[in-house]
């Protein structure tokens, strides 16, 4: 007998004939173990995605405000001015995102937004105008915009006019003129809720407790803000009130003790 037949003689038949495998408890322990740790790992990569897009509105903001100080540069210290008088960013119809007649309108037109005044300080970029956290409300088309500029900022041509007149808060014509607040604490651009956006232009009401436009809640209950001084921060509101604001139609009320409507109020506007 060679050797290699007394090895198979002696060769156990189960190796000889077939493979062991996994039993059916040990598949579902493994199954079990994925389930815990993917449940583990997705408030993790929740959370990673929200800072991403946190990170990336920051960016955007800090993007716009520093074409907006490079504008009040170029012109004598007058600050960008603001809609609907002309389009800073985007001057939009009567209607907010949410109806539908606006599917295709100056929301997804990329060329409104490279023809504003703000567009050649941006190099012509379009994307900077959309805060990726900002989803569409509705079976809408994704909608360029997410941001509006402060009602009171930017009153070159509306103080003249007596348009959005919210007396007495101040109108901020030129950079000099931001003194309460200061320009770390007066802001200028931030996300607006799609329920009421129609245009680049936010509505203040420094006086009735009520937000006419609506700032956003995306960041987990917290909005994007540049400020004239030239930081951009995500604030958190403090109550449920701009986040619980979807669905509803403007304006959102929060009350003259509101919390949200204070700390808004006094950063948008100066009563003296």
Request: charged share 15%; aromatic share 10%.
């Amino acid at each position: 007998m060679n050797v290699r037949a007394f090895k198979d003689r002696c060769r156990s038949p189960t190796i000889r004939n077939g493979r062991s495998g996994f039993t059916l408890i040990e598949l579902l322990v493994v199954i079990a173990i994925i389930a815990i740790l993917a449940a583990m790992l997705l408030p993790v990569l929740s959370k990673a995605k929200m800072r991403a897009y946190g990170a990336a509105c920051m960016n955007n903001l800090k993007q716009m405000q520093m074409g907006a100080t490079m504008y009040k540069d170029d012109f004598n210290d007058v600050l960008l001015p603001n809609a609907p008088f002309t389009p800073s960013i985007l001057v939009g119809g009567a209607k907010a995102w949410i109806d539908t007649s606006l599917l295709g309108t100056q929301f997804t037109n990329r060329a409104a937004f490279s023809s504003a005044l703000l567009a050649p300080y941006l190099s012509g970029q379009v994307n900077v105008y959309k805060c990726p956290a900002d989803r569409p409300p509705t079976g809408n088309m994704d909608r360029l915009l997410s941001y509006s500029m402060n009602g009171q900022m930017g009153a070159v041509y509306m103080a003249p006019a007596k348009f959005n007149d919210d007396a007495p808060a101040k109108q901020y014509v030129k950079y000099p003129d931001i003194r309460v607040p200061s320009p770390s604490d007066a802001f200028v651009f931030c996300e607006e809720n799609a329920i009421s956006q129609n245009d680049g232009f936010l509505e203040i009401d420094s006086h009735n407790g009520t937000f006419p436009d609506t700032p956003a809640a995306y960041h987990n209950n917290g909005c994007g803000f540049s400020f004239a001084d030239g930081h951009a921060e995500i604030h958190k509101w403090m109550t449920k009130t701009l986040a619980n604001a979807k669905g509803h139609s403007p304006p959102v009320s929060g009350g003259r003790s509101n919390a949200d409507w204070l700390w808004f109020s006094q950063h948008a506007a100066s009563d003296y």
